[in-house]
């Protein structure tokens, strides 16, 4: 069964620290991985997606994420933070053959000045 | 404009009473998806549809009914046998077929269950 697993639940950090958000997932067939963010009051915005080809993908906002197809992960990084990246971060997985569409869930990020 | 609109924003039900949930696309997409979103849970997955007349239970079918008339339209129906209704409600649409693209969500319905 497809799944997607997000162990950071709530990450605390001060501005200009490094991040890295991990995220999981099962599924034996080809799959499209998405991160979304949902700032506080907010509606659901992609942040980055991974289709094919170069495993680094770069997103907005100086976000990038990293393929490792061994792992089943598509780790979540950022190299400075900034107050305003508080949020909350979702990895989401799509299995291209069904459609199927899940999320993990979720991590909440807060940055502190 | 090309979206993707549920309706209404708010909505309250006395315990016990169906509900439905608007979700309308003009995206021209094929795939449609109803999530759930709780504190803590993420967005877990109701229903899902990859073309008309067709949709497949999600990880939290239990007390949800879909229908998929039309391409446009994914109407969610949250009966009287959901235990615990009162949730934020996610509607969203993509391609689908197995395009390399991302969905798009709606505004989002919060129902509250009285």
């Known amino acids: 069964a497809q799944s997607v697993s997000q162990h950071n639940h709530h990450v605390i950090l001060s501005e200009a620290a490094s991040l890295e958000l991990g995220c999981n997932y099962s599924?034996?067939?080809?799959?499209?991985l998405f991160w979304y963010v949902q700032y506080p009051g907010q509606h659901l915005q992609l942040l980055l997606k991974?289709?094919?080809?170069?495993?680094l993908v770069k997103g907005i906002k100086g976000f990038e994420a990293e393929f490792i197809k061994s792992k089943f992960s598509f780790n979540l990084r950022k190299p400075s933070v900034q107050w305003s990246d508080t949020a909350e971060y979702f990895c989401?997985?799509?299995?291209?053959?069904?459609?199927?569409?899940?999320f993990g869930t979720g991590t909440r990020l807060q940055v502190f000045p | 404009d090309g979206g993707i609109t549920q309706s209404p924003k708010y909505l309250f039900r006395k315990e016990g009473q169906n509900v439905t949930l608007s979700c309308e696309q003009n995206?021209?997409?094929?795939?449609m998806y109803w999530y759930r979103q709780d504190p803590g849970q993420g967005l877990r997955l109701i229903y899902y549809?990859?073309?008309?007349?067709?949709?497949q239970k999600g990880d939290i079918a239990e007390g949800y009914s879909v229908s998929r008339e039309k391409k446009e339209s994914f109407p969610l129906t949250v009966t009287s046998a959901q235990k615990n209704p009162t949730a934020f409600y996610l509607c969203?649409?993509?391609?689908?077929?197995?395009?390399?693209?991302?969905?798009?969500f709606g505004q989002g319905t919060r129902l509250t269950v009285v």
């Open positions: 599924y034996g067939g080809t799959v499209n």
């Open positions: 991974y289709f094919s080809g170069d495993p």
């Open positions: 549809s990859q073309i008309v007349n067709d949709f």
């Open positions: 969203a649409s993509a391609p689908g077929r197995g395009r390399n693209t991302e969905a798009f």
């Open positions: 989401a997985v799509n299995a291209r053959n069904t459609d199927k569409l899940i």
């Open positions: 995206l021209n997409h094929d795939a």
